[in-house]
């Protein structure tokens, strides 16, 4: 089981983290995605792909900080 963890921008309220969690966890091998309003992110998974949950995060309005 893999974990990588992100610092995101842009997350203000619980919409923020349940977009995150339902856009996140489409993606191959993501098995979990917590998320807190400071802006943390943490996926779980198998053969997860930091590039591809960047990309991701950034397309659905939540680049790095």
Known sequence: ???????????????????????????TGVDKVEVDLQGHVTVTGQGLITDELIEKLAELGYPLA
Not at 4 to 15: E, H, Q, V, Y
Request: glycine letters at 8%; one cysteine or more.
């Open 1 to 27: 089981m893999d974990t990588i963890k992100f610092n995101a921008k842009n997350i203000k309220c619980m919409g923020c983290v349940n977009t995150i969690q339902q856009g996140l966890v489409t993606l």
